[in-house]
């Protein structure tokens, strides 16, 4: 017998710990393949919700924020880099180039949810892989709307959604919803809203954790 896990994804897109924090759970969700059954959501977090529509060199954008020289930068980077090529995601050796407002992924990721999982995962990972594997501007709706169709979604309807304020307020909302439930870091990954599990992990932790909370009685009802 399987066990039902409903599992939300808050992240942003602009995330690189996101990326590879979503690999290693898709990792951890194969090796569980049989075991459970996992409903995953993905849900909204803004890291830079004031970024304006041009945007910022992701060097000054990081010196600003965290107070780190170009050569810790670059460090970090191959580091991340190397995670990500460990689960198998490519990040772009070059680097992200800017750090662009990522609202409207957001609110296209709210619709393609309501398309169903696999495809607001696609979108997802569309989105993700253009801004870390190509340093593509995810707030420019041409490469938004290049995602959408890549991922086989109706580009019309998203065109649509871009040219107005659709989505704005579902997403807003459920921005609001996880601040007030104590996130201020992602990615953060919750387990049928009961259980936290924090940061981009490797899959042998998201596949004990998983594990462990199937196992629970409350997922066979009792």
Known sequence: MTAPLKIDFVSDVACPWCAVGLASLERALQRLDGQVQAELHFQP???????????????????????????????????LRGRAQAVGV?????????????????????WAGQQGPAAQLALKKALLRAYFGEGANVSDPQVLLQAVQACGLDGE?????LAGDAHAAEVRAQERFYTSQGIHA???VIVNDRHLIQGGQPAEVFEQALRQIAAEPAQAGA
């Open 45 to 79: 977090f803004e890291l830079n919700p004031q970024m304006g529509p041009e945007g910022q060199d992701v060097a000054e954008h990081l010196a600003h924020k965290y107070g780190s020289t170009p050569e810790q930068q670059a460090a970090n980077w191959e580091a």
């Open 157 to 161: 309807a998203a065109r649509a959604i």
């Open 90 to 110: 490519e990040f772009r050796k070059e680097g992200r180039g800017r750090v662009w407002n990522t609202f409207d992924a957001h609110r296209l990721l709210h």
């Open 186 to 188: 992602v990615p953060s």
